[in-house]
C-alpha cells in the first residue's frame, strides 16, 4: 500500500496521541480518563487524516477500549473511585445499537430498491409534474433527489441521479450555464434530503446515538417533525441559487421518462414493504413501536420471500454500521471515564452566550465535514456537545437535543468541495463543473445553512420539542 | 470322325430320317406339326420331350434381366430342339419359338432309346445328329466369347477417347472461365482505376495547393517552420518514439502532458530549438499543432502517392487492352505484379534479380497471370520472413529465362510432375479469390508463347520455377 | 505515480499509427497510450507496463503485422490470467472470417473495427470498451466519467451499493 505524507503524519500523531496521555499528568483528569484521552486522539488522527479506512479505525477505536478500559481488559479489572468500567459487551452492543439495526434496515429496503428500479421507476412518475422548463425541472429534480435520499443513501441517489441528468446535459449547448446548474443540484439535493428522516444519513444516526446513551429515544416520526420543515427550506434556498448563479439558456429540455415498473411477484412484494415500512417508521409517535424494531419487520419479511438473497445481504455497507458503532463506542468511555468532563471544564463555556455557542458549533461542524467525514465529524463533535449540554455550564437554551440536532444537520450542509461528500465527487467527476462552480455555491448553502439551523434551533426545534 | 459331318451330309441324314419315318407307320405317331409362333417350350421350363426338327425353322429366346427377351439362336432342319435341357434334366435356359410352319419328331423320355434300339437303321444317323448338334452350340459358344473379347476391348479404347475428350472440353471450359474472370476482372480493374486516380490526383493537387497556401506569408515565422518541419519529417518506429520521449522529458522537463510529450518525440532537433528560442512569446502547443498539421499533410501526401502508384499498376498489370502480342519488356510485368502483390508481399524478403533481357513479343497480361501463379503459391506456403527470389537472365540471344525461386518446403517429389496438371491443388479450392488459377494455365500460357515452364527443388530447400521464352522481334 | 490504465495500440504501417493515435489523444490525460509496430514490441512493451505495477485496459491491434500476426499475438496473451479483462479490438480491413472466428472463439476478441474507421465510430468503441474494462474490474469510475460513458458508470455505482460516510 502507498502511504502519502498526510497518511504518514496521520500514523505517526495517531501513535503519539495514543501514548501519550499515558505518561502525562493532567490534573483534574483521572487515570482512565487519560487512558480514554490517548484513544480519543488516535481516532481523532486515524479519523481526520485518514492512513487507514475510517470503518477500521472505528472498530479499532472499539478493540482499544475492550482491552485498555472495559473490566474484562488488563488496566482496569475493579472498581476504582474514579472510574466505574463498563463490561465489554457495552463496546461491543454498539455493533447492535437500536440505531444501527434501523440502518440496517434502510439498507436492506433501498438495496432491495435498486435491485428492483424502484428509485429510477419512482424518479421518472414522480418528474413528471415539473414540466418542461429548465428552472422546474431542476426544482423537480431537487425534490426527488431530496426525497428519494431520505430514505437511501446520498450517494446510492445521486449516481442514480445521474442516469438520469447526463442525457439532458449532453444535449444542452456546450456553454449553457444550465448545465453546472443541473450537474450541482443533485448532490446538493441529496446532502440536503439525508437529513430529513432518521436513516437519510450516518450523522443522524451519530446524534440518535449519543441521545439514546442520555436515554433521550427519537422516535422517527419526530426527527422527521424536526427536519423536514429545515430540509424543505434549504432545499427551495439551493435551487434558487442554482437557478439564479447558472441561469438556463434553453426554454426547455426534455427527459427520457420511458421506463416500466417491475411487476413481478418479488417488486411487488418490495413495494409493499417499502410502503409499510415508511408508513409505520413515521407513525412512530402513534403506535409507540420503536423504529429499530420496526426495521426488522422488512428485512424479516424480503429474506423470507427470498427478494433479498444471501449475494444482497454481502453486499451491505456493513462498514458504516461499524463508523457509526465505533463513534458510539466512543461516547461511552469518554463520558464514564470523565474525560468529556474535563474537557468541558477546561474552557471556560460561560463566556459564550447559548446563542453564540449554536453558532460556533454549527459553524465548526460545517468547516470540519467539509474537510471531513460527515459522520467523523458529528462523532468527534456530539461527546463535546453532550458533555456541555450536560455539565450545564452553557446555561439555559443549550438544550442536549438541540445542540446535538445542531451538529447533525450541520454536519450534512458541507457540500463545498469535490471532496466534501461522495455525492461532490460524482457530480464534479463528470467533468461538467469545476471546483469553483461547486465552491461558489457551495459555500453559500454552507452559510445559509448555519443561519437556517441557528434560526430553528432558537425558534422552531424548541416549540417541537415543548 | 465328326470333322466330315459337314452340312450336305446333315441334308443326307435327314433325308433318311424322313425316308425312314414315312416307311415306319410306327414312328408316324412322333411327327408334330406347329404352327408359326406357336412356343415348345418356355424357359424355365422342365422338358418332357425332345423335338428333332424336320422342316422349317425355330427361333431360341432368352430374357434379359429387364424382362426383354433376345434371340440366341436360330434352329434349321437336322437340329435338336431343347437338347440341353433334354440330357441334362435341368430346366430350359431359352424359349423355343416356331417361326413359320414346321415339322417335327417328337421324343418322349423314355421313347427316344426304346425307338434307336427297335431302328437300328436310325440309331446312326441321329447319333450323328445329336454330336453336331453339340459341336454346333460349343462352337457358337466360343465364337461368341471371342466376340464378346473384341467387343469389350472397342468399348475400352473408346471410353478412353471419351475421356480424353472430356477433358479437353473441361480444360478449354476452365480456361475460357478463367479468361472470361480475367476479362471481367480486367473491365472491373480499368473502370476502377479510372474511378480512383481522380480522387487520388485531386488529393495530391489539394495537398500541394494547401501546403502552398500555409506556407505563403509564414515561411520565415517560427509557426511556419515547425509547419515546414512536419512536412519534411519521416514518420517514426514505436520504438523510436519510445525512445525519444524519454529524451524530451529530459530537454523539456516542464511538458508533463503525455500526449504533448508524444508529439515533440516526434520533431526533429531543429525543431526543439526554434521551440526553445520561442516558447516564451508563442505557446509551444500552438508550435506542436503547426508540426503536426505539417506532419499529417505530408501523411496525405504520401498516402495518396501510393493510391496513385497501385492504381497505375493495377493498370498495367491486368492489361486488358491488349488482344495482339505487344514488344515489350517483360520485367515491367514482373514489377507490376510485384506491386500489386505487395499485400501478400509485405512480409517476404524479396529479393529481386532483374539483369536486362531484351524486349519480345508477348502478351504481358497473360505473363502476369504466370508470375501472380507462381508467386502467390509461394506465398502460400512461406512463413512470414521466408525468402522470395525472381531473376532474369538471358539465355544465348534468342531467349529469355524467368526464374522464381523460394526457401520454402519446396515440392514433394511424388507431386512434382502432377503439379501442371488441370485442376491439381494442395489448398482447399475456394478459399481464396483467384488471382492465381492454376499452374495449368500458366503451363498453357507458356506454351502459347512458344516456351516452356519447369519446375524443380533446389538442394538447399524450396521450389524453383524456371520459365524460358523465346525471343521474338516484329 | 499513480495505478496506470494503458490503451496499447499494434500497427505496423506508422502513417496509420499516427492516424490512430491522434483519434485517442482525447483519451490520452486518464488512459496512457503506448504503441507498437509489431507483436514482438508488443510484447516487450506488454511486460514493462506490468512491471511497473501498472496494466492495459485495452489493445487495439492490426491483424497483418510482420512476423506473428495479430490474432495469434491476442491469443497468446488471453492465456496469461492477467489479460483476461483487457479489452482487446481488432482494427484491420484484411483478417478474414476465419481469422476472425479465431480470436473471437480463442482470445475473447471484444470488438472488430475495419479499416478505414471514422473517427467518431472508432471513439465510441474505445469509450465502450474502456467503460466496460473500469465496470468489469470494479475499479472507482468517478475518476473516468469525464472520458467514458458518464451514464453507464453512474449505473455500475448505483449497483454498487454506494455509502455515505
Known amino acids: 500500500m502507498k502511504v502519502n505524507k498526510k497518511q504518514l503524519a496521520g500514523l505517526i500523531i495517531g501513535i503519539i496521541g495514543l501514548i501519550i496521555p499515558f505518561f502525562l499528568n493532567i490534573e483534574g483528569l483521572s487515570y482512565a480518563g487519560h487512558v480514554a484521552l490517548g484513544i480519543f486522539l488516535l481516532a481523532a488522527a486515524f479519523w481526520m487524516l485518514e492512513p487507514v479506512p475510517i470503518y477500521a479505525t472505528s472498530v479499532l477505536v472499539i478493540l482499544l477500549q475492550i482491552l485498555l478500559l472495559s473490566k474484562e481488559g488488563f488496566i482496569f479489572t475493579s472498581v476504582t473511585e474514579s472510574y466505574i468500567p463498563d463490561a465489554y459487551t457495552a463496546f461491543i452492543g454498539t455493533l447492535a445499537n437500536p440505531i444501527i439495526i434501523l440502518f440496517l434496515g434502510g439498507f436492506v429496503l433501498a438495496d432491495a430498491a435498486v435491485k428492483y428500479n424502484l428509485d429510477k421507476n419512482l424518479t421518472r412518475i414522480l418528474l413528471r409534474p415539473f414540466g418542461s422548463q429548465p428552472k422546474f425541472i431542476v426544482l423537480g429534480l431537487m425534490v426527488v433527489t431530496g426525497l428519494l435520499s431520505a430514505f437511501m443513501s446520498n450517494t446510492a441517489t445521486t449516481a442514480m441521479m445521474m442516469t438520469v441528468i447526463i442525457p439532458i446535459i449532453v444535449q444542452l449547448d456546450k456553454a449553457d450555464p444550465l448545465k453546472i446548474g443541473l450537474a450541482l443540484s443533485i448532490p446538493f439535493a441529496a446532502n440536503i434530503g439525508g437529513i430529513a428522516t432518521p436513516i437519510g444519513t450516518p450523522p443522524n444516526a451519530v446524534v440518535i446515538g449519543a441521545l439514546s446513551q442520555q436515554g433521550i429515544n427519537i422516535p422517527f416520526g419526530e426527527w422527521m417533525a424536526l427536519a423536514v420543515p429545515l430540509v424543505v427550506i434549504a432545499l427551495l434556498f439551493a435551487w434558487f441559487l442554482l437557478i439564479r448563479m447558472f441561469k438556463p439558456d434553453t426554454d426547455s429540455i426534455s427527459i427520457d421518462m420511458s421506463g416500466k415498473f417491475n411487476t413481478s411477484k418479488n417488486a411487488i412484494i418490495l413495494y409493499v414493504a417499502f410502503g409499510l415500512t415508511v408508513l409505520f417508521w413515521v407513525t412512530e409517535s402513534f403506535h409507540g413501536v420503536k423504529s429499530a424494531i420496526i426495521a426488522l419487520v422488512p428485512v424479516v419479511f424480503l429474506t423470507l420471500t427470498g427478494v433479498v438473497t444471501k449475494e444482497d445481504i454481502r453486499k451491505l455497507p456493513w462498514e458504516v454500521l461499524w463508523l457509526v458503532a465505533g463513534g458510539i463506542s466512543l461516547g461511552i468511555s469518554m463520558k464514564s471515564t470523565g474525560l468529556a468532563e474535563w474537557i468541558v471544564g477546561s474552557i471556560e463555556w460561560s463566556a459564550f452566550g447559548a446563542i453564540t455557542l449554536l453558532v460556533v458549533f454549527s459553524a465548526v461542524a460545517v468547516l470540519m465535514s467539509n474537510f471531513l467525514s460527515n459522520t467523523v465529524t458529528a462523532t468527534l463533535l456530539i461527546p463535546l456537545a453532550v458533555s456541555l449540554a450536560t455539565s450545564g455550564v452553557a446555561g439555559e437554551g443549550f438544550n442536549l437535543i438541540i445542540v446535538s440536532l445542531v451538529i447533525g444537520v450541520s454536519a450534512s450542509m458541507a457540500m463545498m468541495l469535490p471532496i466534501s461528500t461522495p455525492p461532490n465527487a460524482i457530480a464534479m467527476s463528470t467533468g461538467t463543473i469545476e471546483t469553483k462552480d461547486m465552491a461558489k455555491a457551495g459555500i453559500s448553502i454552507g452559510v445559509f445553512g448555519i443561519v437556517l439551523v441557528v434560526l430553528y434551533a432558537i425558534f422552531y426545534w424548541p416549540l417541537m420539542l415543548n | 470322325m465328326l470333322k466330315g459331318f459337314q452340312k450336305a451330309d446333315r441334308k443326307e441324314v435327314l433325308s433318311l430320317i424322313n425316308r425312314t419315318v414315312d416307311e415306319t407307320p410306327e414312328l408316324q405317331s412322333l411327327v408334330v406339326h406347329f404352327n408359326p409362333k406357336d412356343i415348345l417350350f418356355k424357359e424355365g421350363d422342365t422338358l418332357s420331350y425332345l423335338y428333332l426338327l424336320l422342316d422349317g425353322t425355330v427361333s431360341l429366346s432368352h430374357k434379359k434381366e429387364d424382362l426383354s427377351s433376345f434371340e440366341v439362336l436360330k434352329l434349321q432342319p437336322g437340329h435338336f430342339i431343347g437338347i440341353v435341357a433334354f440330357n441334362t434334366g435341368n430346366n430350359s435356359l431359352t424359349t423355343a419359338t416356331s417361326i413359320e410352319k414346321i415339322k417335327t419328331l417328337r421324343f418322349g423320355q423314355d421313347d427316344f432309346e426304346k425307338y434307336l434300339n427297335q431302328h437300328p437303321s436310325l440309331r446312326s444317323p441321329l447319333q450323328q445328329l445329336m454330336m453336331s448338334n453339340m459341336t454346333e452350340r460349343f462352337k457358337v459358344n466360343l465364337e461368341l466369347e471371342s466376340r464378346l473379347h473384341t467387343l469389350n476391348h472397342t468399348l475400352e479404347e473408346e471410353g478412353d477417347e471419351l475421356k480424353e475428350a472430356y477433358q479437353q472440353l473441361e480444360d478449354s471450359h476452365q480456361k475460357l472461365v478463367h479468361q472470361e474472370k480475367m476479362a471481367t476482372l480486367g473491365e472491373l480493374v480499368a473502370g476502377f482505376a479510372h474511378e480512383v486516380n481522380n480522387p487520388a490526383s485531386s488529393l495530391l493537387r489539394s495537398s500541394e495547393s494547401l501546403i502552398a497556401n500555409f506556407l505563403e506569408h509564414s515561411d520565415k515565422n517560427p509557426l511556419g517552420q515547425m509547419f515546414q518541419l512536419g512536412l519534411e519529417s519521416a514518420p517514426l518506429s514505436s520504438t523510436e518514439i519510445r525512445a525519444r520521449m524519454i529524451q524530451v522529458q529530459k530537454r523539456f522537463p516542464w511538458v508533463s502532458e503525455r500526449s504533448l510529450i508524444r508529439k515533440l518525440a516526434q520533431i526533429s532537433d531543429k525543431g526543439y530549438e526554434i521551440i526553445e528560442s520561442v516558447r516564451k512569446k508563442i505557446p509551444v502547443k500552438s508550435l506542436v499543432q503547426q508540426h503536426e498539421a505539417g506532419k499529417f499533410i505530408h501523411n496525405i501526401q504520401l498516402s495518396s502517392e501510393r493510391i496513385a502508384n497501385l492504381v497505375k499498376s493495377l493498370k498495367s498489370y491486368s492489361r486488358q487492352d491488349q488482344n495482339e502480342a505487344e514488344e515489350v519488356d517483360i520485367r515491367n510485368g514482373i514489377n507490376d505484379t510485384i506491386l500489386v502483390l505487395s499485400n501478400r508481399l509485405k512480409f517476404l524478403n524479396l529479393e529481386l534479380d532483374l539483369k536486362e533481357i531484351p524486349k519480345t513479343q508477348v502478351k504481358l497480361g497473360e505473363l502476369n497471370q504466370v508470375w501472380t501463379n507462381i508467386i502467390v503459391n509461394a506465398c502460400d506456403v512461406l512463413p512470414n520472413g521466408g525468402a522470395l527470389k525472381i531473376a532474369t537472365k538471358t539465355e544465348g540471344e534468342h531467349a529469355i529465362i524467368i526464374e522464381i525461386s523460394d526457401n520454402g518446403p519446396g515440392i514433394p517429389e511424388q507431386l512434382i510432375d502432377r503439379i501442371f496438371e488441370p485442376n491439381f491443388t494442395t489448398k482447399n479450392q475456394g478459399a481464396k479469390f483467384g488471382l492465381g488459377l492454376g499452374l495449368a494455365i500458366s503451363n498453357e500460357i507458356i506454351r502459347q508463347h512458344g516456351g516452356f515452364i519447369r519446375v524443380s527443388n533446389k538442394k538447399d530447400g524450396g521450389a524453383k520455377f524456371e520459365i524460358l521464352l523465346p525471343v521474338k522481334n516484329s | ?165
Open chain 3, 1 to 165: 505515480m499513480d495505478h496506470q490504465i494503458y490503451i496499447l495500440v499494434i500497427e505496423d504501417e506508422l502513417e496509420v499509427m499516427d492516424a490512430l493515435i491522434k483519434d485517442l489523444e482525447e483519451f490520452e490525460q486518464t488512459f496512457p497510450i503506448e504503441s507498437a509496430n509489431n507483436t514482438d514490441e508488443a510484447n516487450l512493451v506488454v511486460n514493462q507496463i506490468y512491471e511497473s505495477g501498472n496494466e492495459i485496459g485495452l489493445i487495439l491491434c492490426d491483424h497483418v503485422l510482420p512476423g506473428e500476426n495479430g490474432v495469434d499475438f491476442l491469443i497468446s496473451l488471453e492465456s496469461r490470467k492477467e489479460f483476461h479483462k483487457t479489452r482487446k479490438v481488432l482494427v484491420t480491413g484484411q483478417a478474414g472470417l476465419e481469422d476472425t472466428v479465431k480470436a473471437i472463439n480463442n482470445a475473447n476478441l471484444n470488438h472488430y473495427i475495419p479499416k478505414p474507421w471514422t473517427k467518431e465510430g472508432f471513439q465510441k468503441v474505445v469509450v465502450n470498451q474502456l467503460t466496460d474494462f473500469i465496470i468489469d474490474k470494479k475499479y472507482n469510475p468517478l475518476k473516468f466519467m469525464a472520458t467514458l460513458d458518464a451514464v453507464r458508470l453512474a449505473e455500475a455505482m448505483r449497483n454498487n451499493t454506494l455509502t455515505d460516510n
